[in-house]
């Protein structure tokens, strides 16, 4: 197998920086299967990172072991400075209210108004606010973020796809995250609603100064948002770089993902 530094255009460690996650050799099997064969990436503080593996190969796994969702069966995982296999269930709990995270599809609560969507993250973590916080102002800033304050009192079977992308990306906001990871924003979406959704993360981005993890298999999604991307192959971080860069690879297994 080759390695990211054979492959890689560019090795480029960014010392200077801040990291606020870093995977190292992650590994994660389901019997035979082997999704994850030392899988590495680091965040760094506000940067647009895109992960890019084909459908089935790990994206969603490596996702879920970073937030607690899974356990890994090996390697180390750090977030703002803290080894997540270590904490015990409160203190990961208090760091992922520090993190947003927006699931495949929206899992926005069907029998909930938007409003009650909204604050739902709110009520489950108050001990993140001031116990007079004003809940509706909370509610409506992040709806206005995501240009839907109008929709505060519908239900999400009244919202198209796009809409229901969009409230559940407010109701992430609600949290004020320091790190956003967004499992395929933009799947099952047209092109046009994409674009929006897209745009919507720049602003956020631009807005909150977020750090975010984005993963996805759309390419176009890819070339608009990222600043540096890791593409998952093999279950490894199998090469590194700008999506210019990476563009220009003559490396088959990376060029499958650029052929359009
Ligand atoms: N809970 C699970 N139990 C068994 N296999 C799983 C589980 N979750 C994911 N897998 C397998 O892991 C592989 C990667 O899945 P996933 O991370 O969802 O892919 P994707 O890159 O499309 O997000 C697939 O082969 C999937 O079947
Ligand atoms: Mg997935």
């Known amino acids: 197998m080759k390695t990211v530094k054979e492959i890689s255009p560019v090795k480029n460690p960014r010392t200077d920086l801040e990291e606020v996650i870093s995977i190292q050799n992650l590994k994660k099997s389901f ?35 970073l937030v607690g969702l899974m356990q890994a069966d090996s390697g180390t995982i750090t977030v703002m400075g803290k080894n997540i296999t270590e904490l015990d269930r409160e203190a990961l709990d208090e760091l992922r209210t520090d993190i ?11 029998s909930m108004t938007v409003r009650e969507n909204l604050e739902f993250p709110l009520r489950r973590h108050k001990n993140k606010f001031d116990k007079n916080i004003d809940t509706e102002a909370l509610v409506m800033e992040a709806l206005e973020n995501v240009g ?6 519908l239900m999400p079977s009244e919202l198209s796809g796009g809409m229901k992308r969009r409230v559940a990306l407010a109701r992430t906001l609600i949290m004020k995250p320091k790190i956003i990871l967004y499992d395929e924003p933009t799947s099952g979406l047209d092109p046009i609603t994409s674009k929006e959704i897209i745009e ?4 956020i981005q631009n807005k909150y100064q977020t750090s975010s993890l984005i993963i996805t298999h759309d390419v176009d999604c890819a070339r608009v948002i990222s600043e540096r991307m890791i593409l998952l192959v093999d279950g ?3 090469a590194e770089g ?9 490396d088959p297994k990376v060029r499958a993902f650029f052929k359009q």
């Open 31 to 65: 019997g035979d299967n082997h999704v994850l064969n030392g899988f590495n990436m680091k965040l760094y503080k506000g940067e647009n990172l895109v992960i890019m593996g084909k459908s089935g190969s790990g994206k969603s796994v490596m996702i879920k072991c």
């Open 100 to 110: 947003g995270f927006l699931f495949q599809g929206s899992a926005l609560y069907d």
């Open 148 to 153: 839907l304050a109008h929709t505060v009192d």
């Open 200 to 203: 919507l993360m720049r602003s």
């Open 236 to 238: 490894i971080d199998y």
């Open 242 to 250: 700008t999506f210019n860069e990476l563009s220009k690879v003559t």
